[in-house]
């Protein structure tokens, strides 16, 4: 296969990565040697029988292909893609880094990346997975990546969306969390012309937690699509979701949350947050929060907000000798930053500070203050 080079940007230190160029696994970018004690990749297009034996039956078992056309599209076409079987009981110390490089083409592409993570019982680890590319190039990105949490289970789970400005990104992610896991994702979608993240989580076992944090930061005319969909079906089950969008120009934010609370599922905990930012007055957001409860020994509340920066803010700041300009990014950048500020990789929380540094105007003065 072409080996097409791939900036060192795109590498976290201290990860154990393994490096998809234009949907095909390739060894030669890929961290040497095995993955860590406890941990099994496999790359779906070199698995053999029996790789294919261990986890066969798991694959595409838990993704909705009914309502969902572009998981069902993926499904249909997906040629290659990652495998993470983590070991029952194992703690895993370097996190996975799966890295989906889209190279520019003379012509638009379209790939479709295939993520399955199980997780055994009482296991701990780290997934990254993060899509990026050239700086132009049109394409399509459909991935469909699945999480199950077995009992115990402790996984942390990042997304990195930064791929080229005319691309295209429709993603679907679906977490399954067994008694007692605890599973937190969060999701930073930065580039393409359009991106679209299906999220769907399930609470299948007594005592769960899931969270799902994201941060977007859109311009021009990019826009950033968050469906979100949480079922608790058991009792004592936690979800916490913040999403917070950063609108500038003629950019626009969708988020459409939904928690569903099962009969069965008494005394879940179920939090939604949208917070949504407007920089321009022809940004648009559209933020539609929901809950469906059958249960009535329940803790859930959802909320959302849209506006501009807080005029009284901007002119505290301006009242201690700071510009206007810098004021507004200074409030930006801590708008934003709450989000980034609960990342634990810190490689990935690094990359994340300097892109929203390079994104705001003035990044400049922010980071001399910060």
């Given at each position: 296969m072409r080996v097409v080079p791939m900036g060192e940007s795109a590498r976290l230190a201290g990860c154990h990565e393994v490096v998809f160029v234009d949907g095909r696994?390739?060894?030669?970018?890929?961290?040497?040697?095995?993955?860590?004690?406890?941990?099994?990749?496999?790359?779906?297009?070199?698995?053999?029988?029996?790789?294919?034996?261990?986890?066969?039956?798991?694959?595409?078992?838990?993704?909705?292909?009914?309502?969902?056309?572009?998981a069902a599209l993926s499904t249909a076409l997906f040629e290659d893609g990652a495998v993470v079987e983590i070991a029952p009981g194992a703690a895993v110390e370097a996190p996975i880094h799966l890295v989906f490089w889209q190279s520019a083409q003379p012509v638009p592409s379209a790939v479709f990346p295939r993520v399955l993570v199980l997780a055994g019982e009482n296991a701990r680890a780290t997934v990254?997975?993060?899509?990026?590319?050239?700086?132009?190039?049109?394409?399509?990105?459909?991935?469909?990546?699945?999480?199950?949490?077995?009992?115990?289970?402790?996984?942390?789970?990042?997304?990195?969306?930064?791929?080229?400005?005319?691309?295209?990104?429709?993603?679907?992610?679906?977490?399954?969390?067994?008694?007692?896991?605890?599973?937190?994702?969060?999701?930073?979608?930065?580039?393409?012309?359009?991106?679209?993240?299906?999220?769907?989580?399930?609470?299948?076992?007594?005592?769960?937690?899931?969270?799902?944090?994201?941060?977007y930061l859109v311009r021009g005319r990019q826009l950033a699509d968050f469906h979100m969909r949480v079922d608790h079906t058991r009792p004592h089950t936690t979800s916490h979701e913040l999403f917070k969008g950063v609108l500038d120009e003629r950019s626009r934010g969708v988020f459409n949350g939904r928690i569903h609370v099962h009969p069965q599922a008494q005394k879940t905990d179920a939090k939604q947050t949208s917070r949504n930012l407007l920089l321009s007055n022809e940004a648009l957001v559209n933020a539609n929060p929901q809950l469906e409860i059958f249960a009535d020994d329940v803790r859930c509340t959802h909320g959302s907000t849209v506006g501009q920066l807080d005029a009284q803010a901007v002119f505290y700041l301006r009242s201690r000798g700071i510009g206007l300009e810098a004021a507004r990014s200074?409030?930006?950048?801590?708008?934003?930053?709450?989000?980034?500020?609960?990342?634990?990789?810190?490689?990935?929380?690094?990359?994340?500070q300097e892109f929203l540094l390079g994104w705001i105007p003035h990044g400049e003065v922010v980071r001399e203050a910060v």
């Open positions: 696994h390739v060894p030669e970018l890929s961290s040497p040697g095995a993955a860590p004690e406890g941990v099994v990749v496999h790359a779906l297009a070199r698995a053999g029988e029996s790789d294919w034996a261990s986890f066969g039956a798991e694959l595409g078992r838990r993704a909705d292909v009914v309502t969902r056309p572009f990254v997975e993060s899509y990026r590319g050239a700086e132009r190039g049109a394409s399509l990105v459909c991935p469909v990546t699945e999480l199950v949490a077995e009992a115990g289970a402790v996984i942390d789970h990042y997304k990195l969306q930064r791929e080229a400005l005319d691309a295209f990104h429709l993603a679907l992610f679906h977490v399954e969390a067994g008694r007692g896991a605890n599973v937190s994702s969060q999701t930073f979608s930065l580039g393409a012309a359009i991106a679209r993240h299906d999220v769907q989580a399930v609470l299948a076992g007594e005592g769960a937690e899931v969270t799902l944090n994201g941060l200074l409030l930006t950048y801590a708008f934003a930053a709450d989000v980034i500020e609960r990342t634990r990789v810190e490689p990935l929380r690094r990359e994340l």
